[in-house]
């Protein structure tokens, strides 16, 4: 009887420990999951227009695009200050360039603003991915305190019959001393 009585005790123990091993094996596969949809997003298709708004974009805000533009002003406005007769397709007052440049800030702002567009909605995804996962790693938090919390009311239920079973095995122990006595 008391070998059967520790036997139980025991394997009792040991599903303790297989269910909490098996929590937090799931806890950290639902992590792994979460960990590989956030390291391997979904690929972009983007229409030809997207691509050619977004490189008009990292090509209008970049020092590239300020100091080619620069040289070519500079040069257009020399050239056209220094050249004879015919070869002066725009003198002063440049009416041509300004022309030009009207029409590639014209061009040029509402390509911008499809690209940033984009990017804002990218954004609005990206924060929306955020508090979803914050959103999941409270509820793995609360799921796993739930857990926590049933597991120790095992833990305490099964130490109490394990101490009750002990004071029985004394009594058992003390009634015999006090026989031989």
């Keep these: 009887m008391k070998n ?17 091993h098996k929590i937090v094996k799931e806890s950290i596969d639902a992590e792994e999951l979460i960990i590989h949809n956030l390291s391997n997003p979904e690929i972009e298709n983007l229409t030809k227009g997207q ?11 970049s020092w590239k695009f300020i100091i ?5 002003l500079t040069i257009w406005i020399v050239f056209n200050v220094l050249a004879i007769g015919v070869y002066k397709f725009d003198p002063f007052p440049f009416i041509l360039m300004n022309l030009i440049l009207s029409c590639i800030a014209a061009l040029q702002a509402p390509i911008i603003m499809m690209s940033q567009n984009r990017q804002e909605e990218k954004d609005r995804k990206r924060s ?10 409270e509820m793995q938090i609360r799921s796993l305190n739930q857990k ?7 833990q305490i239920k099964t130490l109490f019959e394990t101490q ?18």
């Design 68 to 72: 080619s533009f620069f040289v070519v």
């Design 164 to 181: 009750e079973k002990q004071f029985e095995l004394l009594k058992e122990i003390n009634l015999k001393i006090n026989k031989k006595i």
């Design 51 to 61: 691509q050619i708004s977004d490189s008009v974009a990292l090509f209008g805000g």
């Design 4 to 20: 059967e009585t520790i036997s139980k005790l025991l394997s009792d123990e040991q599903k303790h420990l297989e269910k909490l």
């Design 148 to 154: 926590i919390d049933v597991l120790l009311e095992e």
């Design 128 to 137: 929306e991915n955020d508090y979803l996962i914050n959103l999941k790693a």
